[in-house]
């Protein structure tokens, strides 16, 4: 669970995921330790389930981190009354009772296990999580009452709606915005002059180290001699350095004083501990004095990983940047074995973007420690050992999705007024935290016969993103309620600023018109036109083109920064060289207010209202690419890179990752090392050329519109079985195919689930050409099989030799290219299906199924069945509802994958596998009429065809149809569910912590435990 440094830090942790909702398994989990950027937030979408609620735990692809469930759950409750058509679908507000029960059911997307034609909803679905239920701040239990109230208003509107037919206004379907706690609170002027009397306290300067922090023969026998002196313990030699700079906390104000501006703050007892005693390494075992030997000296016989050696001298000159600034201390490679239960790990080098004064990006390289590699002891490494639930909780991979939902409501609200981006980044970060005794002996690399022990915490730790965090989090939360006070700088103005600081970069073209943006889902309080938000130890600043606010926003990130760190002494001052808190090359360059910026290894810009990716990324990636497939494969270490660096691209097309999925399987680092060569096969070349295309989107930039959670804005239902397909949107566009006798897989229950997934794409692609011309709709595909609902999102469980595999890889590349080409986002739910009535009716004619239909018994002609739905079931169709043909392209696209099913089936039957043997999947066909009909699967009979003269003559008894308002229901409210199940921290970030307002922005809403996270008496 360790972070992994990489190109613009968190990022190689993958914050994938477009915020496409589908229900394809379980419902979103809900983090709560260890989350990385990854919080994939599409993956969160995508493993959405109505059906048994909630994952124990979850990990999106290429992400170290997992994330647990909590357990502030609510009851389900059964629907008031029984009649079909008289009942709500179970979600009125009234009904919705909260409890703190946790649900354990989990479901998993199958694969090939519906054996039924038309049971593949969920009989289990129940309600999920609000996500404010459980807090103690008055202002979000404000916000759910508002919520339920906005529930239960729309569904008595249901009740009044006028006419006979199904309403064709979407908004109906989707009337409610979630609202959040807003936190319009103002700090008290006491608070105010408390931050001004410490921001013009001076700080003393700590005193010299009995260390030396130099390189050579010299300094290691030096700093061998204090640590025998000391028996041997770092940790008895740091007390013997108290008030020096190797003290902890010596990089942070005086607690004295971080009381008085923090001390309300949630975080304030964990930073305490970490000050006063160093941050320790909390394990679940500690491994014992001959153990610790055995593994020590397995990494010393070793070596470093490939990566160093082949870097080596920019390794040394790290190590010696590390050492100048007393972040290490050498000493001779034997002496490491005096030092109790000392550990040794690798040392390697990745690759990162910085920022040059000028804005241009440059690249640089990393020193880290993996403390994830052990060779000895199965579980001798430090991150297999570490206790996650002993450090705080982390938020900050809901970062970037956050700040693009604030843009998008900002841009609503003021539609011409510029979007300012600033991003601080607080230098050397995770070095201003020094390592507890224990951990300090347990950070040791070892170059060239000089070990270089770490006082301060290393990359690569998993202990250590939690607990910087908990500080860069504090101090986002410091810079908002300052940002929220009556702070003015001309008064107290942050030493680092400088009035070039303030000035706003021009845009590219002053002319650009400012683009559209399109309400989320979600309602982001603006009681402030600035927000501030954080991610490990970059400080993003979001303020609207306020001339007096903006210069005043300049000033906040900064004085936050000052208050909370000891200020840079001069450098004759300075003991140790020290860096400047904020470096001044990155303040110059990002800390300007711009309109376009880099942030998280994203651009964004705010004018034209789009998220791309840097040219510098693209050509880089393009060029990788172009190379593996010019010489046909890679290095599985080679993959695995440029999976994960297609994995974050991802996250402006989701679609794209299921053209991952065979080469994920390819590269398992379990079964492979990672210098084995692998040989791609054609279809994953293929694969790889569409990424191509991918990247170039990505370059082109996604609109922030596409990238918020929204309310649909176009619906269609479909269904399907062994004997046909069909559908309708509700703009009215009806259609039905039928499987014709003379195929394979007619009556074929086993392929009912790629049938299932091809009518929702044909949805999809009714819904892309009905929208065409507007701008970025949000198309929700309804469907009753969670597999074709899973599948929409990710075809990776799939095997090579289902039968399914080959169409429904097709299905999605068709989808993926008509979506990107459209500019839309999608998204799908899961629909029970005994209120899909009128799609199912459209799958099927006649007593096929054993049973006919009372509109389709006698096998109308089109224009038949249209006139017949519109005389018995108006409540359930739009009033344009007509069945008609499919577009050429359409019809060509269906009759394709329709061939393809058919093959893979006869190929299955001469060489079948392991997978036909199971129940539900094979066996012959069910028992169909004798009498022939026309091979064509590309369509039902036209208008002016008559009805067969074979089909049941008597009309069947009338079905118990469901009712309109029950339809529009399941849909609406299980949408809003869905909606509820997102912790609002994902959407939007608390205000008012440093003051002891409101709960800290987390995963429950609750602050982090004020109690120690560990006894002081343990601490050594």
């Not at 993959?639 to 065979?662: C, D, Q, V």
Request: net charge negative; with cysteine; proline share 7%.
């Amino acid at each position: 669970m360790g972070y992994r440094a990489g190109e613009d830090d968190g990022l190689q942790t993958s914050y994938d995921g477009r915020i496409l909702l589908s229900e394809a398994g379980s419902n979103p989990p809900v983090p709560t330790r260890g989350i990385g950027d990854s919080t994939s937030f599409e993956h969160l979408a995508t493993s959405f389930g109505e059906s048994p609620t909630g994952l124990d735990s979850f990990s999106a692809p290429g992400d170290p981190f997992q994330y647990q469930k909590d357990s502030s759950h609510v009851t389900p409750v059964q629907p008031k009354s029984s009649d079909k058509h008289d009942s709500g679908s179970g979600f009125d507000s009234s009904d919705w009772i909260p409890d703190s029960q946790q649900f354990s059911a989990s479901i998993e997307t199958a694969d090939e296990t519906q054996d039924h034609p038309r049971d593949s909803e969920d009989p289990h679905a129940t309600e999920t999580d609000d996500p404010l239920r459980g807090y103690t701040d008055t202002r979000a239990n404000e916000a759910r009452a508002r919520n339920l109230l906005r529930i239960q208003q729309a569904n008595e509107a249901d009740e009044k709606i006028l006419g006979k037919y199904l309403p064709s206004d979407v908004s109906l379907f989707f009337p409610i915005r979630i609202s959040a706690p807003i936190d319009d609170l103002k700090p008290d002027r006491q608070w105010l002059d408390e931050v001004a009397e410490i921001a013009s306290t001076e700080v003393a300067v700590p005193n010299p180290p009995s260390l030396s922090f130099e390189l050579g023969e010299q300094a290691e026998k030096h700093n061998q001699q204090q640590l025998a002196d000391s028996g041997g313990s770092v940790g008895i030699l740091l007390r013997k350095n108290r008030g020096t700079t190797m003290d902890h906390g010596s990089e942070f104000r005086p607690l004295s004083q971080l009381r008085k501006v923090i001390g309300k703050h949630p975080a304030f007892k964990f930073l305490c501990e970490v000050f006063r005693h160093g941050l320790p390494f909390r394990v679940k075992r500690e491994l014992s004095p001959e153990e610790c030997k055995i593994e020590r000296e397995s990494n010393l016989n070793r070596g470093n990983h490939r990566s160093a050696v082949e870097n080596i001298d920019k390794v040394k000159e790290l190590l010696a940047k590390e050492v100048k600034h007393g972040f290490s201390f050498v000493i001779p490679r034997e002496a490491v074995d005096s030092i109790p239960r000392a550990l040794v790990q690798p040392c390697g080098i990745v690759s990162q973007f910085s920022i040059n004064s000028d804005g241009s990006r440059k690249k640089k390289l990393r020193l880290t420690h993996d403390m994830s590699f052990c060779l000895a002891l199965k579980d001798g490494s430090i991150n297999e050992r570490i206790d996650m639930e002993r450090y705080p909780e982390m938020v900050y991979g809901w970062c970037l999705i956050r700040v693009i939902h604030f843009v998008v409501e900002l841009r609503a609200a003021h539609p011409r007024k510029k979007i300012f981006i600033m991003k601080f980044d607080y230098s050397d970060a995770y070095r201003r935290i020094s390592h507890q005794g224990k951990a300090a002996s347990q950070s040791i690399l070892v170059v060239d016969g000089t070990a270089y022990v770490s006082l301060r915490m290393a990359f690569g730790g998993s202990a250590n993103p939690p607990a910087f965090c908990a500080f860069s989090e504090t101090l986002t939360d410091l810079a908002n309620d300052l940002s929220s006070s009556d702070y003015d700088p001309v008064e107290a103005p942050c030493p680092t600023v400088e009035e070039h600081h303030c000035e706003p970069r021009p845009y590219p073209i002053e002319e650009e018109a400012f683009r559209e943006a399109i309400k989320p889902a979600f309602e982001v309080p603006l009681n402030s036109t600035s927000k501030k938000d954080c991610f490990i130890d970059d400080v993003i600043s979001v303020a609207l083109e306020l001339e007096k606010s903006l210069h005043r926003q300049c000033h906040v990130v900064p004085m936050a920064v000052h208050l909370l760190s000891r200020p840079h002494a001069t450098d004759e001052k300075e003991p140790i060289p020290r860096r400047e808190l904020l470096a001044p090359e990155k303040l110059s360059a990002e800390g300007r207010p711009s309109e376009v910026a880099i942030i998280l290894g994203w651009g964004m810009d705010t004018r034209k209202l789009i998220l791309f990716l840097p040219d510098d990324k693209y050509r880089a990636w393009k060029a990788d690419l172009e190379d593996t497939i010019q010489r046909g494969g890679d290095t599985v270490h080679g993959l695995e890179s440029l999976i994960g660096r297609l994995n974050h691209a991802s996250y402006l097309i989701p679609l794209s990752r299921h053209f991952l999925n065979e080469l994920r399987r390819r590269v398992d680092p379990s079964k492979r090392r990672s210098r084995e060569k692998i040989r791609l096969s054609r279809s994953e070349i293929e694969d790889l050329k569409l990424w191509i295309d991918f990247l170039q989107v990505a370059r082109s930039g996604i609109s922030l519109n596409l990238l918020t959670v929204r309310n649909p804005s176009a619906l269609a239902w479909s269904d399907s079985c062994p004997y046909g397909l069909g559908g309708y949107t509700l703009r009215g566009w009806a259609w039905r195919i039928r499987i014709p006798k003379t195929s394979p897989i007619y009556g074929l229950n086993s392929a009912n689930n790629v049938l299932e997934f091809l009518g929702m794409a044909v949805s999809i692609l009714l819904m892309i050409e009905e929208t065409k011309g507007e701008p970025h709709p949000c198309l929700m595909a309804l469907g009753d099989n969670t597999s074709a609902i899973g599948w929409i999102f990710k075809t990776g469980r799939l095997r090579k030799g289902s039968i399914y595999y080959q169409a429904a890889k097709e299905i999605a590349r068709h989808i993926t290219r008509e979506a990107m080409k459209a500019g839309v986002q999608i998204c799908a739910q899961h629909l029970k299906g005994e209120k899909n009535d009128v799609a199912d009716a459209l799958t099927y004619e006649g007593d096929v199924r054993g049973e006919a239909n009372e509109l389709t018994f006698d096998k109308p002609t089109d224009d038949v069945l249209t006139h017949r739905f519109h005389n018995s079931v108006p409540q359930l169709i739009p009033e344009n509802f007509r069945i008609s043909q499919l577009p050429c392209e359409i019809d060509s696209f269906v009759s394709q994958t329709l061939r393809t099913i058919e093959e893979s089936l006869e190929r299955s039957r001469k060489h079948p596998g392991p997978s036909q043997n199971e129940p539900g999947k094979s066996g012959n066909p069910l028992p169909v009429e004798s009498e022939s009909e026309t091979n064509s699967c590309q369509g039902s009979p036209g208008g002016q065809e008559k009805s067969s003269q074979r089909a049941s003559s008597s009309r069947p008894e009338p079905s118990n149809w469901t009712g309109r308002t029950e339809l529009l229901r399941s849909v609406r409210n299980r949408w809003l569910q869905r909606l509820f199940g997102l912790p609002s921290a994902m959407w939007v970030r608390r205000s008012g912590q440093t003051t002891g307002k409101v709960p800290c922005t987390s995963a429950t809403g609750e602050p982090i435990p004020t109690s120690p996270l560990y006894p002081v008496s343990e601490i050594c």
